[in-house]
C-alpha cells in the first residue's frame, strides 16, 4: 500500500502533486504516475523508478492545468511496469483512478467488464474500478464512484478525477488511509498527512 495525492486549486498541480510524491518517498515505491484534467480531457504520464523520473516529464501546457491526482505504487498484482503504474483510466480515458489496498474480487469483475466490452490495458487489480466508473456513470461523479465501489471487496483508498467534471477529485477509503485537506482556496487529498502538513494543518 503506496502514496496518494491530489489536488484542485489555484495552483498547477503537477509541482504541488510531485512535491507531496517526493514528501512520500519514505514509505518505499516502484513506480510513480499523474493525471491531471486538461481541458475537457485527461493527461497522464508515468514512469518506472523515483519520483525524478516522473518530474523529468512535466508534460508541456501543465502550468494551466489545475486539478490532478497522483500515487506512489507498490505493486501487488502485476510487475512494476508503467502499463501497470497508476492513475488507471477506463478504455475512453474519461476517469483517472489512483488506487493503495487489494481488490480481492478484481478476476471476477474483470472477467464481467471485459465480456461486457471494456480493454484492459494493466495487469493490476485496481484497474477495474475506472471501468467500474465508466459502467455506473449517469452524470453524477460521486454516485457512480459509490456505486462502483459497491461491486468491491477488498481494501481501498482512491482518488478520482474525470474529463467531465472540472475542478473535482472524488475521495473514498475503506481500509487504507486517506485525509482531505482543506485551504483557503484549494482542496487537498493524500494517503498520508506528511504530504500535505505544510500546505494546511485543517484536515479531515
Ligand atoms: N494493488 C494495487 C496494484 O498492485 C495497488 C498497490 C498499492 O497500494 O500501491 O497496483
Known sequence: MCGIVGYTGPKPAFAFLIDGLKRLEYRGYDSAGISLL???????????????????????????????????????????????????????????????????NHADLRKRLEAAGHKFASDTDSEVIPHLIEEFYHGDLAEAVAAALHQISGTYGIAVISAMHPDTIITARLGSPIVIGLGKDANMVASDVTALVTYTRDVI
Open 38 to 104: 486538461n481541458d475537457d480531457s485527461v493527461l497522464t504520464v508515468k514512469s518506472v523508478g523515483k519520483v525524478v523520473n516522473l518530474e523529468a516529464k512535466r508534460p508541456s501546457g501543465q502550468k494551466h492545468m489545475h486539478t490532478g491526482i497522483a500515487h506512489t505504487r507498490w505493486a501487488t498484482h502485476g510487475i512494476p511496469s508503467e502499463r501497470n503504474a497508476h492513475p488507471h483510466t477506463d478504455e475512453k480515458g474519461l476517469f483517472a483512478v489512483v488506487h493503495n489496498g487489494i481488490i480481492e
